[in-house]
């Protein structure tokens, strides 16, 4: 088939090389403007450097709704394929494709709407997400679901490696997709409004912890907020950020903190715990403001942390 893909960030290259690798004619791909980055260097979007390697035809606009409509037009689509595009497509574009626009959503529709489902899910405490291939709409991720493929969460796993699994499943499930709307097989169902969720997009504010949490709440959380815009506190007034922790299991150590308030650490020479809600946490990898990345026994050593410490103050 005749594929416009229309992505911008890491998470679409892996689908757009899927379509490409399962011999449909991508005849254009659409993504975000080139940006201006520190020093005036300007800098394109993954998925433009991936259609440039594979001389791929690009479309940049700063609105495709005002800008794009007759080049989609001119390019006769069969199918659209949209990916983290972002930007909202009319309703004049979406009747251009025969077989419409489908966009690969990272969650397990109506669950986790929105911009940022990855992350949620993750700080949300979930053991199972995937990805959903549905018919766009107008309304935000609310279109008649084709397929979805489903993963367990790694009881360990951040948002970035996450990110990965779900990046190389959308590419699987957009070419089964494909293949079933081109087939014409093609069996949309509607999505069930009663159990949406919807999340909004993170903000870097969104990383501050509040040890009043428990700590498997707060664990959730680092793995949702990890790589970008993680979680951190105060340490003698400078950002500390907490990059790896785990949820205390050692009964001992949790004893010796009943009395701490939250917040406050308890050290011994290699390791730190911080009383939290309910329960302690672990600290497993740190960085101070101005420093480098450190696992926590090399931080205790440098005398920064210390028992009866109250992070956040």
């Not at 757009?16 to 659409?30: P, R």
């Not at 035809?57 to 007759?70: A, C, H, L, N, T």
């Not at 397990?108 to 929105?114: A, E, M, S």
């Not at 011994?268 to 809600?277: D, F, I, L, Q």
Request: charged share 25%.
């Amino acid at each position: 088939m005749r594929v416009l893909f229309l992505g911008t960030p890491d998470f679409a290259v892996e689908a757009l090389k899927s379509i490409i690798k399962a011999g449909h004619d991508v005849v254009g791909v659409v993504t975000q403007p080139d940006r201006k980055r520190n020093r005036g260097e300007v800098s394109y979007s993954p998925v433009k450097a991936c259609a440039i390697e594979n001389g791929i035809d690009v479309y940049q606009y700063e609105s495709i709704r005002k800008e794009g409509v007759e080049d989609i037009k001119r390019i006769s689509p069969d199918v659209m394929v949209t990916c983290a595009f972002g930007q909202i497509i009319s309703e004049e574009i979406l009747d251009i494709p025969k077989h419409g626009v489908l966009n690969i959503h990272a969650s397990l529709l109506p669950k986790y709407r929105g911009s940022s489902p990855i992350q949620w899910c993750l700080v949300n405490g979930e053991i199972k997400t995937g990805v959903t291939i549905m018919r766009t709409a107008l309304a935000v991720d609310s279109g008649d679901i084709l397929l979805t493929k489903e993963i367990d969460i790694l009881p360990e796993e951040n948002a970035g490696e996450l990110f990965e699994r779900l990046a190389v499943l959308g590419g699987q499930a957009i070419v089964q997709a494909l293949e079933t709307v081109e087939s014409g097989n093609a069996v949309f169902t509607p999505q069930d409004g009663s159990k949406a969720t919807h999340f909004p997009m993170i903000k870097k504010e969104d990383g501050i912890l509040d040890f009043s949490m428990s700590a498997k709440a707060i664990f959730d959380k680092m793995r949702g907020f990890t790589p970008w815009p993680s979680v951190y506190t105060y340490l003698d007034g400078k950002l500390f950020k907490i990059l790896k922790c785990r949820v205390c299991a050692d009964e001992a150590i949790k004893d010796c903190m009943t009395a701490l308030k939250c917040g406050e650490v308890y050290a011994t020479r290699s390791s730190a715990y911080v009383k939290t809600g309910d329960g302690a946490l672990e600290l497993i990898c740190v960085q101070l403001e101005g420093k480098k990345v450190m696992d926590i026994t090399s931080f205790l050593a440098g005398g920064k942390l210390k028992s009866g410490t109250v992070l956040g103050q």
